[in-house]
């Protein structure tokens, strides 16, 4: 069991660092359109290459306890223990997290200013895991959350006015009652995959289910 979790381990880690095979064709197709250009085959294959914080985070990212059940997540503050130049990774941060290869997530720990980082892919994995035992419609809204707002999103966070508006529409394009949107609010918040802002401006989180067992283990750890 242990070797065929570490191969399984090993396999995530090429999925999610190596270039997929489709696009290393494409590569390889633009070079012979070029007429074998091997300047810009190579151009194409270093562009795809992760820049210093995403090799970072996935790096880090490998190193999360398995037992720990929730979304790997990297301390945005260990990216920082790694990489010296802060301003550099918060440049290199809110680029990701606009592309989709991050989504950040914030930590309600007793540092009170942890960020929480996770590869896109772990992410979307969790909140479409959040559709197991669920009907037709919420897996609908579901969907919608992932796709039609978290990944439009260049925060950590949205705001009242925005969730609901958005919502509203969307429920009106799939020809439900616009004002049943608090429901969805609340399944998303059942679900794990928002948590309230305390502030003046209110809002939500962004977060993942089970966030609260690893800010658990990273408070006990420090």
Not at 176 to 203: C, P, Q
Request: glycine share 4%; net charge negative; charged share 30%.
């Amino acid at each position: 069991m242990v070797e065929q979790r570490e191969k399984r381990s090993r396999e995530d880690d090429v999925r999610i660092s190596a270039p997929s095979s489709s696009k290393r064709k494409a590569c390889a197709s633009t070079s012979d359109s070029a007429g074998g250009a091997e300047d810009t085959d190579l151009d194409c294959l270093l562009s795809q290459l992760p820049s210093d914080t995403l090799a970072t985070i996935i790096m880090l990212r490998n190193k999360f306890p398995r037992k720990i059940p929730t979304c790997p997540l990297v301390i945005k503050s260990h990216v920082y223990s790694v990489i010296k130049d802060r301003t550099d990774v918060d440049r290199q941060l809110e680029e990701l997290n606009r592309n989709n290869k991050i989504q950040i997530i914030k930590l309600s720990s007793d540092y009170g200013n942890d960020y929480g980082i996770a590869l896109w892919e772990d992410y979307s994995a969790v909140v479409n895991a959040c559709k197991n035992d669920k009907g037709s419609e919420e897996c609908k809204i579901i969907d919608w959350f992932l796709e039609g707002l978290v990944s439009q999103m260049s925060h950590c966070y949205v705001s009242d006015y925005q969730l609901e508006l958005e919502l509203r529409e969307f429920l009106r394009s799939i020809d439900k009652d616009a004002d049943t949107y608090d429901e969805y609010i609340t399944l998303f918040m059942r679900s794990g995959l928002l948590n309230r802002r305390i502030s003046v401006h209110g809002g939500y989180w962004i977060s993942v289910p089970n966030v609260g067992v690893f800010v658990k283990s990273l408070n006990a750890g420090r």
